[in-house]
């Protein structure tokens, strides 16, 4: 999901005197939840003065954001953010694709999030590593520390990951980074867990797709 979040908006002059913003206002910021104006829902027009944060979260992974300034006098316009959202999410298609914020790009700030697979019951997940890169500290000793991808233990049933000695499967190795490189997931059931968890470093992204079977 995309999460936006307007700071400021300057007076764009076309609300009525109820503040109400109308469909056909000559200037507006409008917000729209989908991939083409044409498709998308409206979620929020707005004409009038903003100040202070207001938070606007797409039910999928597009946000149009349209501003319109039809009058000639100064304006300021607005300002804006947005970022990933990648928490909590839950998947329940036959098959799709996770990728980690900002995909192909590393991720440029400390992130964790997590995602969650589920199909219908009797059906087991297998998962295709595509990209995978998850660097550690260089003078830390541990297998994996800030950046690495983890498979819920319970939800486990079999990890194919290569590592310096060649390509290995286990049962048991459930935390993965670049001394490990997860290549095929296979559930234990017909749900599972990832969390990946982020710090600032170059090479600390993934792509991922799932089928069932």
Not at 171 to 183: E, G, Q, T, W
Request: contains cysteine; aromatic residues 12%.
């Amino acid at each position: 999901r995309v999460s936006l979040t307007i700071s400021l908006l300057d007076d764009l002059a076309s609300s009525d005197d109820n503040n109400f913003c109308g469909m056909f206002a000559n200037n507006a910021l409008n917000i729209y939840d989908g991939n083409t104006v044409s498709d998308a829902n409206l979620i929020r027009r707005f004409c009038s003065r903003l100040s202070g944060d207001t938070g606007i979260t797409s039910s999928d992974n597009s946000l149009i954001v349209e501003y319109k300034q039809g009058i000639t006098r100064p304006v300021f316009g607005f300002f804006a953010h947005f970022r990933t959202e990648c928490n909590g999410l839950v998947f329940t298609d036959f098959s799709g694709s996770i990728q980690s914020p900002g995909y192909p790009n590393p991720v440029g700030e400390r992130r964790y999030c997590k995602w969650t697979i589920r199909v219908s019951p009797g059906s087991q997940i297998k998962i295709f590593f595509h990209h995978f890169e998850m660097e550690k500290k260089l003078n830390t000793y541990s297998q994996c520390d800030e950046n690495t991808l983890t498979i819920k233990k319970e939800h486990l049933g079999e990890a194919l990951y290569k590592n310096l000695t060649g390509t290995s499967i286990s049962r048991l190795s459930n935390i993965f980074c670049n001394a490990n490189k997860p290549v095929q997931i296979t559930s234990e059931g017909n749900e599972i867990e990832i969390t990946f968890s982020s710090s600032k470093r170059e090479k600390n992204h993934f792509w991922l797709t799932w089928t069932t079977h």
